[in-house]
């Protein structure tokens, strides 16, 4: 009988059979979960949590620029947000790679939060203010797409007809910017900036480096 076996095969573990982008909603679910539960339970927990300019200045809690980004201050924050990343972070996924979106995103999120601290420091009366969630990296993510595919086109929120991404992602931060202005809503907008800042620095980096890929992947999304 012939034939050809695989001696001591490598299995692939679960997590590795999902997309960093599903790794990522996952821990964000996870998270939020968690530190609520304990925000509700234990005193003065939000401040190992959520970033605070007053504690980032005085060198405390720094590792809040990592774990704020998987916190969000509510149901409807969350939901929002995961659906968000859903479809346009498997798209980023698809085109950067695995590890290259998982260090993107988290570049995003971090530098969301030096934007956001920074901005504090300006504005003495913000440094007691606490700032979480995915909006950052997912800010990131879309000033990515607005350079690499301005003309895909996508859906906003009670928008029934396609929009342009090159147009939809500016839309966005401003739209966001009245609503906090107008509404006096704690929107994190400079976290946002920051994190829009970080995509379409990489994705005009990718452009040059890359000059016919992107331009292929431009037309293909348009």
Same mark, same amino acid.
């Given at each position: 009988?012939?034939?050809?076996?695989?001696?001591?095969?490598?299995?692939?573990?679960?997590? %590795?059979?999902?997309?960093?982008? %599903?790794?990522?909603?996952?821990?964000?679910?996870?998270?939020?979960?968690?530190?609520?539960?304990?925000?509700?339970? !234990?005193?003065?927990?939000?401040?190992?949590?959520?970033?605070?300019?007053?504690?980032?200045?005085?060198? *405390?809690?720094? @590792?809040?620029?990592?774990?704020?980004?998987?916190?969000?201050?509510?149901?409807?924050?969350?939901?929002?947000?995961?659906? %968000?990343?859903?479809?346009? $972070?498997?798209?980023? /996924? *698809?085109?950067?790679?695995? *590890?290259?979106?998982?260090?993107?995103?988290?570049?995003?999120?971090?530098?969301?939060?030096?934007?956001?601290?920074?901005?504090?420091?300006?504005?003495? %009366? /913000?440094?007691?203010?606490?700032?979480?969630?995915?909006?950052?990296?997912?800010?990131?993510?879309? $000033?990515?797409?607005?350079?690499?595919?301005?003309?895909?086109?996508?859906?906003?929120?009670? !928008?029934?007809?396609?929009?342009?991404?090159?147009?939809?992602?500016?839309?966005?931060?401003?739209?966001? @910017?009245?609503?906090?202005?107008?509404?006096?809503?704690? !929107?994190?907008?400079?976290?946002?900036?920051?994190?829009?800042?970080?995509?379409?620095?990489?994705?005009?980096?990718?452009?040059?480096?890359?000059?016919?890929?992107?331009?292929?992947?431009? *037309?293909?999304?348009?």
């Amino acid at each position: 009988m012939g034939g050809v076996y695989e001696i001591n095969p490598r299995k692939k573990s679960f997590f %590795s059979l999902l997309s960093i982008n %599903s790794i990522l909603i996952f821990i964000n679910v996870l998270a939020f979960i968690v530190f609520t539960t304990l925000i509700s339970q !234990i005193p003065g927990f939000i401040d190992y949590v959520a970033i605070k300019p007053f504690n980032i200045l005085a060198g *405390k809690y720094i @590792w809040t620029f990592l774990t704020s980004m998987f916190m969000h201050a509510g149901f409807f924050h969350i939901i929002v947000n995961m659906f %968000s990343l859903f479809f346009v $972070g498997n798209l980023v /996924e *698809k085109i950067l790679g695995r *590890k290259r979106y998982l260090l993107f995103y988290l570049a995003s999120g971090i530098f969301a939060g030096l934007l956001f601290v920074f901005s504090a420091f300006l504005l003495p %009366s /913000e440094l007691n203010t606490y700032a979480v969630g995915a909006s950052g990296a997912l800010f990131g993510i879309i $000033g990515l797409l607005m350079v690499l595919t301005p003309n895909l086109p996508v859906y906003l929120m009670l !928008i029934p007809i396609p929009v342009k991404m090159k147009y939809a992602a500016p839309g966005m931060l401003v739209v966001l @910017w009245f609503i906090s202005i107008a509404g006096n809503v704690p !929107i994190g907008n400079t976290a946002h900036l920051g994190g829009f800042l970080v995509g379409i620095a990489y994705g005009l980096y990718l452009r040059s480096r890359y000059k016919k890929k992107i331009q292929y992947i431009s *037309k293909y999304f348009s």
